[in-house]
């Protein structure tokens, strides 16, 4: 396929090359220009503007920072969309952006599907993402050949709606964060207890939060947060929009959400979600 996959952060990037990969004419857009130079030396074409990048194309992918930026670039950037086109954003967004985005792409003739991942960038490289897919079945059938590339088999889940997706994602990264402070605390809670923090992340290998404890327990028993796999800026946002779906109270959110703050306004904000542990 013809294929304009704009945004080449630390996720992009990874899901990229699996397309470029597959054989699929891809054509990029970012707005700096050293990740799409990257990307071009793989095999895709470099465009200087998001409307170059989707001329023509049959598919584009978006994979932005939030909702916002997908405001700016896709819903009032008047592009080129081709008609009929399908629209896969893997954006991180809120309900309510989905349903919003939904209609705007039904009003433009154009076919949008919901399709966020779960995992990080080591998954993301290995093509062993888990991936939600929410949109109209026959669009959401074609997308799924495509997300597929940087899909674990086991983790690829329909759902009815793009709205449906969103709040899946949601879930997913409020567990995540959850098991983050868990982890932090447990290993605060076993030092103060007279246990190394060796012997803690060997009881938590047993527990509910074994497998970010594998994934995290080194980085916050150092203090080196310099690998980031999923940032405390991307997580913060993520959290905001948590609260802002939620009809609920969610204290373990705003809970991390303000550390998160705290770490962003230290200048941390690119530093993996590690350093929840900093308090």
């Known amino acids: 396929m013809k294929i304009a996959f704009l945004g080449l952060g630390r996720l992009g990037r990874e899901l990229v090359v699996h397309l470029i990969d597959a054989g699929h004419d891809v054509t990029v857009w970012n707005r700096s220009p050293e990740p799409a130079e990257v990307v071009r030396r793989r095999g895709a074409h470099v465009a200087d503007s998001a409307a170059a ?18 405001r700016e670039i896709i819903v009032k950037g008047d592009l080129p969309f081709s008609n009929d086109a399908l ?21 433009a003739g154009v076919r949008y599907v919901h399709s966020p991942v779960i995992g990080s960038l080591s998954p993301a490289r290995a093509g062993t993402l888990g991936v939600l897919i929410g949109g109209d079945p026959d669009a959401a ?15 690829l889940r329909n759902l009815v709606s793009p709205a449906d997706a969103a709040t899946g994602k949601l879930v997913a990264n409020l567990a995540l964060a959850m098991s983050m402070e868990a982890l932090v605390e447990s290993l605060r809670l076993g030092e103060s207890g007279g246990l190394a923090p060796e012997e803690v992340l060997d009881t938590l290998g047993i527990t509910t939060i074994a497998p970010i404890a594998a994934l995290k327990g080194e980085a916050v028993i150092s203090g080196n ?11 913060a946002k993520d959290a905001r929009l948590m609260l802002a779906t939620s009809k609920k109270a969610l204290p373990g959110v705003e809970l991390v959400a303000s550390i998160l703050d705290r770490a962003i306004a230290a200048g941390d904000g690119e530093k993996d979600i590690a350093v929840l542990a900093r308090g």
Do not use: C
Not at 53 to 70: C, K, L, N, R
Not at 225 to 235: E, G, K, M, P
């Open 141 to 155: 059938r074609e997308a799924r050949k495509l997300v597929a590339l940087w899909a674990d088999p086991n983790k």
């Open 53 to 70: 990048a989707i001329e023509g194309a049959e598919a584009v992918i978006s994979v932005f920072f939030g909702p916002d930026v997908v």
């Open 225 to 235: 947060y310099d690998d980031t796999q999923f940032s405390a800026a991307l997580l």
């Open 87 to 107: 629209w896969i954003d893997v954006t991180t967004v809120s309900p309510a952006d989905a349903t919003e985005f939904a209609a705007w792409a039904a009003d």
